[in-house]
Structures are given as structure tokens and as C-alpha cells.
């Protein structure tokens, strides 16, 4: 079997951790991708995959291996894309990574206009509240909210948001509208655990930071789980602006202690660097980005 179609066979038996479904993803039969992993394994001499009747993990030398196919691989459409002119065709898998609820809300949109207009590109998204290592998971691109390590990754700011403080009309006329952030420690809070950015209460006075360590009653892993309990009057939690800025726009949520909000945080498109980028990656980002940055949701104080 030729080389890199057994690395493209690795890597999907890598990514999916399943034999039937990377057989599904490569218009493949099981049995096919089994014996070509076996006999990549036996002719490298060394255990790539470790196997059980339930799972597939893949081991540390086939981690190395694995990381090693993606970027032949890629080098591999690279050139490609490079022999077929500047004007190459976009086509391919590009895969997506963005948060949950931005990435609903957001993202979603841009990669159903993208796929439209691009017949021979397919998207895998994957919409997690967490910061993806996209090397190691073989992500293309990435929306990303807050500040940015630093790292060998080209990135785009598009727009920012607020961490922001809400609670529902009903609520502020049975308890009262806060007008310092400590009052929030004797409030009825709901919380989100699913972001770091939202599970430490800070804020920003005259005197500088503002830490509060609200007592949630009611502490939730989504996002919208939070912005329902707020609607339902039960009481205040803190989310990020563009995540209500339709309920405060109708009423349902008021915004509050807006003086003492820290600054916004920004959102960039990030891609990985190389000497030739893909055009199913460079049309993406520019796309992504031209239509995130003209979202007014996204742009400073209008964004909630």
C-alpha cells in the first residue's frame, strides 16, 4: 500500500479513536483498515495503536508517528496546492474550533455561507469550551476569545466582548439593583463552570481590582443553562456580552454594574503558520474574518 495513504489511514484510526469509524470517514471496510494499521505497525516494528475489545488508545510512539503524518500530510497538499498555481482550487477537509455558544451563534453561519460557495471543501467543526492544542488535534482553524499565549500561530483580532453582570427585570424589582460589585456576595447567583473567564468575579473600581467570591446556589456547566435561569428571574450571573445581547435588546435581561466591567476581551481567527497555506484555510480565514468583523454584536459597547 503506498505510503501516505497508510499515514492517512493511521490518522484517522489516531483522530477517531474507532476502527469502523475511520473506515466510515475514508469510504473504507473495517477489515481494510485493520490489516493496513497491522501492517504499518509490523513495518515499523513498533505498537502504535493499543487495542482493547471496548477502545483504542493511541500510544506514545504512535503519538509522535501520528503528529509526523499530519505535517507530511499537509506538506503533501501543500505542494499540491503550490503545483496548481496560486488560483489552486479550495478542497478538502478543514477543520474548525471555536466555544460552544460562539461557535453556534457565530461560526456556524460563516461555515454554512463558506460551504456554499466552496462545493469541493468539507468542514469538521469542533465547538468545545476549552482551548484546543491545534497541532496535536489537527485543527486548521480556530475562533479564540481572550488574550493569546504566545506562539508560532498567525492570528486576526475581528472583534472583542464584555464580561458582563445580568439578571432579569423580575429579579431587580423583588431584590434591588445592585450598585457595587460586593453587594453580589449576598445575592442569589447562578454560575457557569464552563469557562474560566466566567468563574472568577472580578471587576475594576477607582482603587483598581475588585475581587468577588459570590456564593452561587445554583451552579451549571452551560452557558445558556445560566442565561435561562437569569431570564426565569431565579438571579444574577455573569456571561459574556454577544450571549445575551438578544435578551437584553428585548428586555428579558438588564445589564448591570457596568462602571466597574474589566476591559473587553478580544477575538482573533488563528490559523497555523507554513510556507504555503492551504487555500481551503487562507479563503476560510479571510471569509471568517470579513464577516465577524462586520458583526455589531462583536464591536465594543454595542456588543450587549
Partial sequence: MDRFKEMQIFQAVAEEQNFASAARKLGMSAPSVTRAVAA?????????LARTTRSVHVTESGQRYVEDCRRILAELDEAEESAGGVHAQARGLL????????????????MVDYLANHPAVQIKALLVDRVVNMLDEGIDVAVRIGDLPDGNLNCIRVGEVRRVVCASPGYLARHGRPSHPSELEAASVVMSASSSLLTEWEFSGPQGRIQVIP??????????????AAKLGWGITRVLSYQIAEAVQSGALELLLEDFELEPLPIHVVHQGGRRIPAKVREFVDFCVAQLAADRALQGKENG
Fill in 215 to 228: 456564593q452561587p446556589r445554583l451552579v451549571v456547566t452551560a452557558n445558556q443553562a445560566a442565561i435561562n
Fill in 40 to 48: 504499518l505497525e509490523q513495518r515499523l516494528g513498533t505498537l502504535l
Fill in 95 to 110: 477543520t474548525v474550533t471555536a466555544p460552544v455558544l460562539f461557535g453556534e451563534l457565530f461560526v456556524t453561519p460563516v
